[in-house]
């Protein structure tokens, strides 16, 4: 496929190793941001390419994983309600809440379907007026802007039975929030491609600036992210730490200023919950007031009682990089894609999943599975 | 600003107390039905080699013997319909039994309301389709079910085969050393339908792999290549069916990524919705195990045929744990596991 094989040439990218390799002089810890990020590095073995110092730890950029308990739980009950049809991506319908997922709900008569676009739920309201049409709006900067175009778009068409439920989180607090912390073991991060095309990384500026980390934007192929991960390297072994572009053919410094103003008008920045890891403050997006009438938690009137969470799963030390899938003790034995723990299990861009998936349960460990 | 230092964590998941749409991937959870549910209730040996179809001798002669229902939707879709996947589906798991097919059932299960028009549509491709794989539709059964209980038709079909291979087919008869062949292209079937269902447009039309593998296989069992196993790759995709066959025979399995056949519009649709071709439900593509001296003539005979035309090596059965084991583009492994259910776009 034109513009995907190149970038995943196995020539290419045993050259991009060998050269790390040859500019790498003592251990570093990098840590990639987005899910996707980590499912890539698993999928094709990007990690065993790498010189043994170099360690990739993997970060929170799993929407899925991070949409909180409480999200989930509300998403449940509108979900059950008769008169609601209930719009997902796919990858929402299998995560835990208090009470069993979406699919579970869907099997007990529950009218939830998957859809592909956010404006695909919007013309399933214009579809069917009697009902009350619900997206359940999840994700990073990357889906914010089409959410925000589905709202603007209901807007316009007068829709009364149209409304999203907001579960949005913005990349750069958790990125702060993970340097402040006293177990941060982050010396370099590949910056999400995807979240810096819609945003651009002027912003990253001052994190790099404050935190004396370098901060490479990276794409997804496996070229993409050998040359991140040796830009970062780079930086780290010239002992500079700045904000540099590996994905220039999708991001620019200033980013998608279209997408950031329908944003901007439909989204105002607001504290927020992480699964697994609690609130950080400013990291989330909720909808402006002239748009609350879309937000199905006001329409709904919810209040959900979270059932507390029990400690056995480590979902929240994998999502801040503290440890990796396989150190926690429940990985590929109580915690499985069928019975998961974590949503960093159950979501395809977990990095639970990532590892239980291409390197298998850890009665694999020691031959191809090998966990380095 | 600091993270909260307490390990909070979600909740598990309650063990499913009813029947989700995964239940039916062909992945882990279809599986676990299947072994925890099925097998212990009606079980026997027969039923437990979980092949394709079932070999019982009556009268001396072995017969194959297999059922299956198609619940597709849309009912029409590029490359197929529901009547032609329910004949080539059971003709295909005939086929994979080492048979040649002789006779299909058809039961029919119509929802009120069905368009006469569209039935005597879907009537002509079942006919049509029979014809094309050399079967004789020689039973049925109709059943009308009310508005809304139904997606318009369901169609299960059973069928009967003579075994035509003298050994035995299946997962049990792989041995280490035995080539691993495949047909073709992958995932085709299974973009297609997606693509149809959701109203996907991508720029170039993918259409469904669905026909008949009799013609192949039949051909490599003539020229006397030895065949220890036929697996043809619907639910669960190429991935699923490795993974079952690695472990029925007990053996390791090792794949090249790279030579796995995926046309660039199949490609372009998986990378776009997150989904991986290994995967992808496919209706007119199978794998061969035979015994290595035999593997170049075999190839050879798969690409005589239209339907295997693109037939490549995909790799090996090694002694091993049994688990399948990938080497991908970059030189480096990784391990093939079954799906959990159906694959799920994902978010971005």
């Known amino acids: ?372 | 600003m600091a993270i909260i230092d307490e390990i909070t964590c979600p909740l598990p998941a309650p063990a499913a107390s009813q029947v989700i749409l995964a239940h039916g991937g062909g992945g882990r959870l279809m599986h676990r039905l299947i072994e925890h549910l099925i097998l212990p209730a009606v079980g026997n040996p027969i039923l437990a080699a979980l092949h394709d179809g079932a070999v019982v001798e009556v009268g001396g002669t072995r017969l194959a013997f297999t059922t299956d229902s198609y619940v597709v939707r849309p009912l029409k879709f590029p490359g197929g319909d529901i009547a032609r996947l329910a004949v080539n589906g059971t003709v295909n798991d005939l086929a994979m039994c080492g048979a040649r097919p002789l006779v299909l059932s058809a039961g029919l299960i119509l929802e009120e309301g069905l368009g006469m028009d569209l039935l005597g549509e879907l009537m002509q491709s079942l006919g049509r389709a029979a014809a094309e794989a050399g079967v004789v539709i020689v039973t049925g059964d109709t059943k009308v079910v009310d508005r809304g209980k139904g997606d318009g038709i369901f169609i299960n079909t059973a069928g009967i085969g003579i075994v035509e291979a003298s050994d035995p087919i299946g997962p049990s008869s792989v041995r280490p050393g035995d080539v691993v062949l495949l047909s073709g292209d992958i995932g085709r079937h299974g973009i297609a339908i997606m693509a149809s269902r959701e109203g996907l447009a991508f720029e170039t039309a993918v259409e469904s792999d669905c026909a008949p593998l009799t013609g192949p296989v039949l051909h490599l069992l003539q020229e006397g290549v030895r065949v220890h196993c036929l697996r043809d790759l619907t639910r669960g995709g190429l991935g699923a069916a490795l993974v079952e066959i690695a472990r029925g025979a007990g053996q390791r399995i090792e794949i090249d990524e790279a030579a796995i056949p995926v046309r660039p519009e199949v490609q372009a649709a998986c990378e776009l919705l997150g989904l991986d071709p290994l995967y992808v439900a496919n209706e007119g593509r199978f794998i061969a195990f035979v015994e290595p001296q035999d593997a170049d003539r075999a190839l050879g005979l798969l690409r005589t045929h239209a339907v295997s035309a693109d037939a490549v090596v995909l790799g090996r059965v090694v002694t091993g744990v049994p688990e399948v084991v990938a080497t991908g583009v970059l030189g480096t492994t990784r391990v093939i596991d079954l799906p959990s259910g159906e694959q799920l776009p994902r978010i971005c």
């Open chain 1, 1 to 372: 496929m034109k513009f995907v094989q190149e970038f995943r040439e196995g020539s290419a990218a045993r050259r991009y190793a060998r050269a790390i390799a040859a500019i790498t002089t003592r251990p570093w810890t990098l840590m990639e941001v987005c899910g996707g990020q980590t499912h890539a590095i698993l999928r094709f073995g990007i990690d065993r390419l790498l010189p043994p110092e170099i360690t990739l730890i993997h970060g929170p950029g799993c929407p899925v994983c991070v949409t909180p308990l409480e999200l989930i739980d509300k998403a449940l009950a509108i979900a059950r309600r008769p008169e609601v049809v209930f719009c997902s991506f796919g990858d929402m319908l299998r995560v835990p809440g208090s009470s069993g997922d979406l699919q579970g709900v869907k099997a007990l008569g529950g009218d939830v379907r998957v859809v592909y676009s956010p404006l695909d739920a919007v013309a399933l309201a214009q579809r069917l007026p009697e009902r009350e049409v619900v997206f359940f709006a999840v994700g990073f900067e990357t889906t914010a802007p089409a959410n925000a175009m589905a709202v603007l778009r209901a807007r316009s068409l007068g829709l009364r039975n149209f409304s999203i439920l907001v579960a949005h989180v913005l990349v750069p607090p958790a990125m702060e929030a993970i340097l402040a912390s006293p177990r941060c073991r982050v010396q370099g991060f590949l910056a999400a491609g995807h979240v810096c095309t819609v945003t651009g990384y002027a912003g990253y500026d001052r994190l790099a600036r404050t935190y004396r980390v370098p901060i490479v934007v990276t794409g997804f192929e496996p070229l993409d992210l050998l040359q991140g991960i040796y830009m970062c390297v780079r930086q780290l072994e010239e002992g500079r730490a700045e904000v540099e572009n590996q994905y220039a053919r999708s991001v620019r410094r200033e980013g998608n200023t279209e997408a950031q103003r329908v944003m901007a008008e439909v989204f105002e920045v607001s504290d927020r919950q992480w699964r697994g890891i609690g609130e950080i403050p400013q990291s989330g997006l909720a909808l402006r007031a002239p748009y609350r009438m879309f937000d199905a938690e006001r329409r709904f009137g919810l209040t959900v009682r979270c059932a507390a969470e029990p400690a056995e799963c480590i979902a929240g030390l994998v999502l801040q990089g503290v440890h990796t899938p396989p150190e926690c003790p429940a990985f590929g034995t109580r915690c499985t894609p069928e019975t998961p723990l974590g949503a960093p299990m159950v979501s395809a861009e977990g990095a639970c999943a990532a590892y239980y998936r291409f390197r298998g349960p850890p009665e694999g460990r020691g031959r191809d599975g090998d966990y380095r």
